[in-house]
Nanobody, 129 residues
Framework: QVQLAESGGGSVQAGGSLRLSCVAS????????MTWFRQVPGKEREGVGGILSSSGGTYYADSVKGRFTISRDNAKETVYLQMNRLMPEDTAMYYC??????????????????????WGQGTQVIVSS
């Protein structure tokens, strides 16, 4: 059974940085794809960035390219989301989500909630202006 646990959220001023972590217990012997989503009340979840555990290949949403970096440490079963130059519009609840590979998400499916079977509980990020 795969379990995901996020941490690292908090409050920061615009222009600052945060690093989110997601520990994926129970998935270490498998190839998986993990994506960070975010959600604000009243809106759908948005895929922010995803990574393949084996190769480290990534996808990013246009809204965060150049500011956010996703990485993984397979020995620690952990995926990170480094968020730099944060803006107030980055304020959201951030979730990590995981799916086993194959099948490998493509340039469209990586951002779809239905692609992922396992979800964390979320960690709140607040960016003040």
């Amino acid at each position: 059974q795969v379990q995901l646990a996020e941490s690292g959220g908090g409050s920061v001023q615009a222009g600052g940085s945060l690093r989110l972590s997601c520990v994926a217990s129970g998935a270490t012997r498998s190839n998986y794809y993990m994506t960070w989503f975010r959600q604000v009340p009243g809106k759908e979840r948005e895929g922010v960035g995803g990574i393949l555990s084996s190769s480290g290949g990534t996808y990013y949403a246009d809204s965060v390219k150049g500011r956010f970096t996703i990485s993984r440490d397979n020995a620690k079963e952990t995926v990170y989301l480094q968020m730099n130059r944060l803006m107030p519009e980055d304020t959201a609840m951030y979730y990590c989500a995981l799916c086993m590979v194959p099948p490998l998400p493509d340039g469209s499916s990586w951002q779809k909630e239905s692609t992922y079977k396992y979800w964390g509980q979320g960690t709140q990020v607040i960016v003040s202006s």
